[in-house]
């Protein structure tokens, strides 16, 4: 099938790399002139296992185009899909700017039936404005050709966007019941038919629903992080481990092990804004999502928590304490670091007078650059961009984790402990036991394991 892609991030890059492999014959589009430039030389903004190689071999085998050149987008695809931006807003209501000059370039210059397909995570109702900005556009040049918008949420996770996107969990489709949107539902049941063959896991709904339940989906995950990460907290007063409270929990099937997880708070470019855009949907119908607001509140409140234990134990003036820093990224495998915890920790570290040393996998550039945003010249200069988790530990007082990349699940901790003034750990994922630890000399803190052990 012939497909467009509006938005070549994340989503877009993903989506148009993995239609293509199933032998579509994939336009993807961008405002970006530097990404689409990237792109056509082999390159690949974003670290995302797999996906280069993806890209790759369509690009090699002509199936995966990049361009920035709007009339021969809406021309290629009778699939339009809008995979773009959906930031916040000031008010932390999603911003439909991005969606909307898409669909308005599609109105401009289509010429034939298309199906318009909402990607990009958008509030209910979203896909009627979609419509009225393409029809507006269409009215405007007296152009004929119909057209359908359905929408179709994307669940992948940075990290595994590829394996997520090839092997779904569930495909949601939301479509209308005009002959166009019985068109749009034959064509994207066609687009699909490879990924589940008799459409086992592909859920067909109306547009809205489709639209709300990404939402009630992220909504559902965000609870029960903040749920957890609550308790944790209340564990580490009481006495109590969250970790041995979570395989408890866990292995009731109505309640299930995924997502369980206490930790530095969940960052991120889905699950913050997300949340909040569900909260402002809600209050434009005069209804309070108190606990879709404890979420937020709870997760706010947790970014602050490793930073409060480094503060705790080694006082709130930090100045000519250096600390190390393991992980950088909202999550492993990723160098993304929107709303990242990271950056919330290295504020406090900086802002109580500490120096630091960071080291992440994949997200060093990255890093260097939101950093820069981040702090003042003076500031960042109190930063040193590591080469090595080991390089990180010369003169820090502890090491602090933040993200639970592999590669720092067994370090070798005679030579941590060697390296550490204090051999201290505050671990912000978990990664260890607290007996072993203690076992190893180390003093340890963990998020709601309430055991502190000394040397
Ligand atoms: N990142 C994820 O893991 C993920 C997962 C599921 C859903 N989503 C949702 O998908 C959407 C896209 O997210 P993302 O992370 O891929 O964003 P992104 O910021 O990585 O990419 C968006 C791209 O759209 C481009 N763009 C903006 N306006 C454009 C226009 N008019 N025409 C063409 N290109 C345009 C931007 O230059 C950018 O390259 C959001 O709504 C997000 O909530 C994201
Ligand atoms: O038990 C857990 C699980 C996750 N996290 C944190 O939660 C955040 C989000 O993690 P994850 O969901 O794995 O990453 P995303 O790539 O943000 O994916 C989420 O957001 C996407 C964008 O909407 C959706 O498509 C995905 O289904 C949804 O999982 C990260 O900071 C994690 O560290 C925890 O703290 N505890």
Redesign the pocket.
């Known amino acids: 099938m012939k497909i467009t892609i509006i938005g070549t991030g994340?989503?877009g890059l993903v989506t148009g790399a993995c239609l293509a492999e199933l032998g579509n014959d994939v336009f993807c589009l961008d405002v970006d002139q530097k990404k689409i430039d990237l792109l056509n030389h082999g390159g690949i903004p974003i670290h995302e296992p797999g996906l280069e190689e993806v890209v790759a071999r369509n690009r090699a085998a002509g199936r995966l185009h990049f361009s920035t050149d709007v009339a021969a987008s809406v021309a290629h695809g009778t699939l339009q899909f809008i995979a773009v931006g959906t930031p916040p807003d000031e008010d932390g209501s999603a911003d439909l700017q991005y969606v909307l000059a898409a669909a308005r370039n599609i109105g401009k210059y289509m010429t034939e039936f298309k199906v318009v397909v909402d990607k990009s995570?958008v509030p209910v109702g979203t896909a009627d404005r979609v419509k009225a900005a393409v029809q507006a556009e269409l009215t405007a040049r007296g152009e004929q050709a119909k057209f359908s918008v359905v929408s179709n949420?994307?669940?992948?996770?940075?990290?595994?966007?590829v394996e997520?996107f090839m092997r779904p969990d569930r495909i949601v489709i939301g479509y209308d019941s005009t002959p166009e949107g019985e068109k749009a539902h034959g064509l994207m049941k066609k687009l699909y038919t490879p990924f589940n063959r008799n459409h086992e896991r592909t859920f067909w709904m109306d547009v809205r629903s489709a639209e709300f339940t990404?939402y009630a989906?992220?909504a559902m995950?965000?609870t029960?992080?903040s749920f957890?990460?609550e308790l944790a907290n209340l564990a580490d007063q009481v006495g109590a481990d969250i970790e041995a409270v979570r395989h408890g929990i866990g292995s009731d099937p109505r309640i299930g092990h995924?997502?369980?997880?206490?930790?530095?708070?969940?960052?991120?470019?889905?699950?913050p804004k997300?949340v909040q855009a569900l909260e402002r949907t809600a209050r434009q119908y005069d209804q309070d999502l108190l606990i879709l607001r404890a979420v937020e509140a709870v997760n706010d409140k947790q970014k602050l928590v490793l930073g409060q234990k480094v503060v705790k134990r080694f006082g709130a003036d930090l100045s000519g304490k250096h600390f190390a820093i393991w992980g950088l990224a909202?999550?492993?495998n990723?160098d993304?670091m929107r709303?990242?915890?990271a950056r919330v920790l290295i504020r406090q570290l900086i802002d109580a007078g500490a120096t630091i040393a960071v080291y992440d996998p994949v997200a060093m550039t990255e890093a260097r650059r939101v950093l820069a945003l981040d702090l003042s010249a003076e500031e960042l200069a109190r930063i040193r961009f590591a080469s090595s988790p080991m390089d990180t530990l010369t003169d820090a007082e502890a090491l602090v984790i933040v993200?639970?990349w592999k590669a720092f699940r067994s370090p070798d901790f005679d030579r941590i402990k060697g390296a550490l003034k204090q051999a201290t750990i505050f671990d912000g994922?978990n990664l260890f036991e607290p007996e072993v630890m203690a076992e190893a000399g180390f003093e340890y803190h963990g998020i709601g394991r309430s055991i502190l052990t000394r040397a």
């Open positions: 994340y989503v995570t949420p994307e669940f992948l996770k940075e990290g595994a966007a997520d990404k989906a992220n995950l965000a029960r992080i957890m990460n995924s997502f369980l997880y206490a930790g530095a708070g969940y960052g991120g470019s889905c699950f997300d909202f999550k492993p990723t993304d709303e990242a915890p993200t639970e994922r």
